[in-house]
């Protein structure tokens, strides 16, 4: 597995969450809210709001995480330790969404940091 094709999959993964997210939003807030301007604010509850936080998680993630995947693979830094981060902080998040999803505080808390954690080791392993 190379570092692009985590950083596909990473991309993969929130992009099916915001699918799931939306389909829970437009159950409990209907499609003429979905279609509308959305001037008057509304949110969403239990298993669809915590969609929601981990969808808004999930992008923030991003942010950090594909900077330094692509500052890697830019300068062809791609070993063992970078792969071996990367994959940490992939399996982190694909075990953060549903821990979440389901409101499994400790072991989101567990992931979230150990996914975080990898994100920087990769920061180092660039500079």
């Known amino acids: 597995m190379t570092l692009s094709t985590i950083l596909a999959l990473y991309g993969l993964l929130t992009a099916i969450t915001l699918v799931l ?4 939003a437009m159950q409990a807030l209907g499609m003429g809210y979905l279609l509308s301007s959305r001037d008057e604010e509304r949110t969403v ?12 998680n999930s992008v923030v993630a991003m942010a950090l995480f594909a900077p330094a995947v692509i500052l890697l693979i830019v300068l ?15 399996v982190a998040r694909v075990i953060y969404v549903p821990a979440y999803i389901f409101g499994i505080i400790g072991l989101r808390t567990a992931v979230w940091t150990a996914g975080f954690i990898a994100t920087c080791i990769l920061y180092f392993l660039a500079l």
């Open 21 to 24: 997210q939306a389909t829970g």
């Open 45 to 56: 509850a239990g298993m669809t709001g915590r969609l929601a936080r981990a969808l808004d």
């Open 76 to 90: 062809d830094r791609e070993m063992n330790q970078t792969l071996l981060a990367a994959q940490i902080f992939l």
